[in-house]
């Protein structure tokens, strides 16, 4: 949903972003730089040796990346996860990947299944399933969402905290709108 | 006047009927599903709903989605463009239980109309001319095979939920009927989980021949003259033209005051389209009547000046038609072209992919009705309909000249993109097309002639 | 027919022209200046000459280059288009000593009517109305005070060789008239160099009106009806209309009537403006004639149906003209907005940029003439026109409202880059625009309103 | 000046650009750089020594890939050529400047000043100006441009010799079209 005083900006992009599906403002743009990544990674494979350096600019954006100058290890062919052990710290602040805000990391978000009514209890005057605090179990009820007038239960798909609740009660949600945010219980703390 | 309406498709026409709603001052909400979160009419509309996944089902043909979107953002009417829920009456009975207004006919006439046998019969009562066959659904192969000898082949069996070219198969030699049955009742089964058809006499060397009618909720109707659309592969459209061409003023009128003899019996509101064949010798028959704006309906706005989205909209206000039928005056001559992501070297297979290039072509009385855009990603979720090029000229040589012109012009770029543009182009420059001497079976032909 | 035609400029206009001709199927050839090399007529002519350095100077007004690009190419005649050398009889002369039809009015034609003072003659001889005012070029100060005193003040002092807005001077008090005599002829000496002025009355709350005419080269002569420009900043005009709202058929015949009779005294041929100053009193004046095409045609093709860049090639092609006057029959209103790359908080000044995002507004009866896409560099070295938006509607109103649409919906991007679509918003919605009560002072009384 | 068959293509780009006023076909895409990638990736390959560093531009758009001065590891087998023992040099291969055609980075164009008819001689019948080896020296003519049937003296602007007569005689020529190809005498040798 957008508001109505800003037509480009819809609510969901004022929550934190979900990683699985990054909504761009201007997405043309980042397409661009992204595309321009992928060919330069597929371009630096080409060659054994891996790159001393790797500089890039679309637009106004630039990045630079610059490895060791001896490099111990080979070819980093795959660069989707953290480079083990680079000494040198290559840095790449595209995306603002994250270590800025890391609390986002941990965070879960139980979300709307489809566009309906979301509401903190069973019925009016109900105490709410969860507040801020609570700790939630695998399949717990969170919230109802009204849809057509058939309700249904949502529930928690994760063990966790609850640290926020995104969504008013009584408010209209679309689909896949974070509705309630978790601290997990069993969270794999990142280095 | 509505001050919020909520446009129930994607794609060029969601965008088309958004433009439609700004332009009288109405605030606009487009639904999107996943795959279309950065779509032109979401860029477009004042507010936007996310409705579901990117398959239809979950999506934009998820009724309580649908409907959810339009209550939660206050619409009052909800504008169903073509194709998904546009002829769902169901879709149309439960935004009315809703309170939103929806913008077409009512749901017992959609429904009446969109079965195709009830349809017939129907019509056929209210005097308007049916081709020989079934009076309604067929019971057995057997009763096929009476009502084809009776009728005379070679015959054509058509799915009563039919549409979009499918479920349908001419059946030109008695020995293949009961197979043809079989296999029709099977198709028609798998597509609109409704196995009934019908059978009527098929007509070879037709064209295809619809009017467009508006009619208001006061018994007021006019017509906006003819389509032809005998440009088609496999039933489906890819050149439209308005006026046809070579069609004498006589049997033009009587088509078109069919039409709207038709429309009135069937107490039909909104814009509607009646389609029907044309033989050699200047027969005419219905076909079927569509409950829904066309995709085709540019070519009648650019001959006619009439915005039919507006008056679609007008009408589901509940406001009389202002337009006369004496002041509906075509001028000159209009056609389009469905440029789409398809690749004829593949048969016609979608090709789907994102844009890195695209720039429509523009100029003096060019139209081109699309939601494209450079990096926008053409999915394979939907139909494969990039831009609807629309040209007007005095005369339909003209047109023809500026159609290959503004056709030669698009710079469309993508991985694995491929469009029909050239192909279109090919149409254009056939000399039976030329001399609008054409009929259904151009294009079967242009494909055997390339392949002999 | 010609085979090839050479489009002798640049922008918007030079693709609208080649456009033209390829839907008559004439090659085409651009010619470009270095800074052009990458422009949409380069990319869309069939060939294209690059003629000289950025600067107009050495290149579209450099005339050896062009005449030679033009014979190097085969072309066998030349469009002008507006500007650079549109208007300049010694251009058009020399194409004709080279075999290369000029497609324009005859070069002693565009030489008689570009000197204002003799044009003013030549017509007022010919029976066309006339501001008060001297009957030549004057010879000084003391001639101009004369004549002011003669026809009244306020006066306008203007340039011989004016155009574009520049070399004239609003007078209102005497004691300022020797030195606006002075400031005016510097100033025409330093544009066009040629420092000779001409006076006549100013009329305060005037509107702009010109009419549209075609002459073929067999003393055919027809007018597409008239367009009215009053919208305009310190003389350059910012939208246009066409018919021009109010006035009384009566009157917009007359008008239409005398410029005909204008260009036929004048021996006239191909597409000409008969531009006038009317009156809160609905009175008359001729103020100048424009010798070719105006930025402006859209709007008079979008209500006539009429291609006005064809008819001046088959003009020009000596065919006689197939349109009768009482063909000529306008629809509806057109209204046309010249979305510049200027910044309008900076005093309109040019905003020059590269785009990085350019996606003009579609839909029904909206047309954008334009040479911009994604990645354009608009450069300093030309004048800031940026896309020239025509929108279409049975009236008015729904012009007005379709026009606000369309310039809401550009998407403009890139470092530096403005444009006045909000301004000319702004323009559309003003009480006076919308009540049609405008008149040429309406854009300068906004600017003093904004500034209180 | 564009060809009729394929109009997308002007001679003048089947001549070695000019340094200073690139010519793209058109402007920078995403595809463009996409296929940009490509082409530099198989020019690449095609030597047996890995670049040390690769330089892009398209439009905005700017990649620059540096690679280690000293690679570890040998040519690998996938390389077309097998031509050995090729000094690491540092190559720059921006804009088609280029060590298969040496020849080029010290090339001068004598330039059309303008639209016209280029001759190789006075007169006609007259012998040519220059001829493929002959030695020019600045303000020497080298042709005749006929414009307008007004022929003024085109003349080398540096000293040097002739290795190319890029126009033929009584060609139509456009601004700045290249017309003689020199190879300047007081050459500064690149490192």
């Avoid at chain 1, 743009?29 to 597929?42: P, W």
């Avoid at chain 1, 500089?55 to 290890?73: H, M």
């Avoid at chain 1, 879960?108 to 105490?127: K, L, S």
């Avoid at chain 2, 009619?215 to 308005?242: F, M, N, P, T, Y």
């Amino acid at each position: 949903m957008k508001t109505n005083t800003d037509k480009w900006t819809e609510p969901i992009v004022r929550a934190p972003l979900d990683e699985h599906e990054p909504r761009p403002e201007h997405p043309p743009r980042k397409a661009d730089v992204e595309r321009l990544c992928q060919g330069v990674a597929e371009l630096a494979r080409t060659f054994d040796a891996p790159p001393r350096r790797i500089r890039l600019r679309s637009g106004t954006a630039f990045v630079e990346v610059e490895w060791p100058t001896a490099p111990p290890t080979p070819p980093p062919a795959d660069r989707a996860g953290p480079a083990p052990a680079a000494p040198a710290a290559p840095v790449d602040r595209q995306e603002g990947a994250a270590t800025d805000a890391p609390a986002r990391d941990t965070r879960h978000y139980v979300d709307a299944p489809g566009v309906g009514t979301f509401y903190h209890a069973p019925e009016p005057g109900a105490p709410a399933y969860v507040s801020v605090g609570d700790v939630v179990r695998p399949g717990q009820p969170v919230g109802v969402l009204e849809v057509m007038k058939m309700t249904s239960t949502i529930e928690a798909d994760v063990a966790g905290r609850v640290v926020e609740i995104l969504a008013e009660d009584a408010q209209g949600v679309e689909y896949q709108q974070h509705l309630i945010a978790l601290e997990p219980l069993t969270t794999t703390t990142g280095e | 006047m509505f001050s919020t309406v909520l446009v129930a498709n994607r794609g060029e026409i969601a965008l088309r009927v958004a433009r439609a709603c700004r332009e009288l001052g109405i605030r606009t909400v487009a639904v999107y599903s996943t795959a279309d979160r950065d779509s032109a009419v979401v860029r477009f509309a004042d507010d936007a709903v996310h409705i579901g996944p990117a398959p239809a089902k979950a999506g934009y043909l998820n009724i309580p989605a649908v409907v959810e979107a339009a209550r939660l953002t206050g619409a009052e009417a909800l504008h169903p463009g073509y194709g998904f829920l546009s002829e769902d009456p169901d879709f149309a009975e439960v935004c009315e239980a809703e309170g939103i207004t929806f913008i077409g006919p009512a749901p017992q006439v959609m429904q009446r109309l969109g079965d195709k046998a009830a349809c017939r019969a129907l019509m056929a009562d209210a005097g308007l001319p049916v081709l020989p066959g079934s009076t309604g659904p067929l019971t057995s192969a057997a009763e096929a095979g009476d009502v084809a000898r009776r009728t005379g082949y070679p015959v054509i069996l058509k799915a009563v939920a039919g549409g979009g070219g499918r479920g349908m198969a001419v059946v030109r030699d008695p020995a293949d009927l009961v197979a043809a049955y079989r296999a029709t009742r099977a198709q028609a089964f798998a597509v609109f989980a409704d196995e009934r058809l019908y059978l009527e006499r098929y007509v070879e060397q037709a064209r295809h021949i619809e009017v467009q009618v508006l009619c208001d909720r006061h018994g007021g109707a006019v017509h906006l003259g003819e389509r032809d659309c005998s440009v088609q592969r496999r039933h489906q459209k890819l050149i439209e033209e308005s006026p046809a061409p070579g069609l004498t003023p006589a049997l033009r009128e009587r088509m078109c005051e069919t039409a709207v003899r038709g429309a009135l019996a069937a107490g039909y509101t909104g814009a509607g389209t009646f389609e029907f064949v044309l033989t050699p010798q200047d027969d005419f028959y219905l076909m079927e009547v569509n409950c829904r704006l066309q995709v085709e309906h540019p070519v009648t706005e650019m001959v006619t000046g009439i915005d039919i989205v507006r008056e679609q909209i007008l009408i589901a206000d509940g406001q009389p038609l202002t337009l006369r039928q004496d002041q509906v005056a075509p001028r000159g001559v209009a056609i389009e072209c469905r440029v789409n992501a398809e690749d004829p070297a593949r048969g016609f297979a979608p090709a789907p992919g994102t844009l890195t290039e695209f720039v429509p072509p523009g100029g003096p009385f060019v139209r081109v009705d699309t939601h494209a855009f450079a990096d926008w990603e053409v999915g394979p979720h939907y139909d494969s309909l990039l831009a609807k090029t629309v040209v007007w000229a005095p005369d339909r040589e003209q047109a023809r000249a500026r159609m290959d012109r503004a056709l030669g012009e698009f710079r469309i770029d993508g991985k694995g993109m491929r469009t029909t543009a050239e192909f279109l182009r090919s149409v254009l420059a056939h000399p039976r097309f030329r001399a609008a001497s054409h009929t259904t079976s151009l294009v079967g032909s242009m494909n055997d002639e390339a392949a002999a």
